[in-house]
Nanobody, 120 residues
Framework: QVQLVESGGGLVQAGGSLRLSCAASGSFFSINAMGWYRQAPGKQRELVATIISGGSTNYADSVKGRFTISSDNAKNTVYLQMNSLKPEDKAAYYC??????????????WGQGTQVTVSS
């Protein structure tokens, strides 16, 4: 079993910055991919950014050039640096890990969510 603990959300003015963190603990063989998703009220959860084990990253068009995903593999932690925040970035942000267990099967885990609010 893997537990994900998120931190770093909060209230910020438009144009400001926040950094989200998500640390994984528990038993697993390796991490295949990590990512951040968000869900605004009344909307479906959407992908924000992902990073795979080789370091390649992928971003939603709406955050390209403003958000940066990174990881510290030694700490089993993924980060999301969010700059130039806009009111439309307001949402609950969820981290996502895809790990390979000792039985070599892949499992997907979600964080509990952290709220990001951007005031105009």
């Amino acid at each position: 079993q893997v537990q994900l603990v998120e931190s770093g959300g909060g209230l910020v003015q438009a144009g400001g910055s926040l950094r989200l963190s998500c640390a994984a603990s528990g038993s697993f063989f390796s991490i295949n991919a990590m990512g951040w998703y968000r869900q605004a009220p009344g909307k479906q959860r959407e992908l924000v950014a992902t990073i795979i084990s080789g370091g390649s990253t992928n971003y939603a068009d709406s955050v390209k050039g403003r958000f940066t995903i990174s990881s510290d593999n030694a700490k089993n932690t993924v980060y999301l640096q969010m700059n130039s925040l806009k009111p439309e970035d307001k949402a609950a942000y969820y981290c996502n890990f895809i790990v390979r267990a000792s039985n070599m099967y892949k499992y997907e885990y979600w964080g509990q969510g952290t709220q990001v609010t951007v005031s105009s």
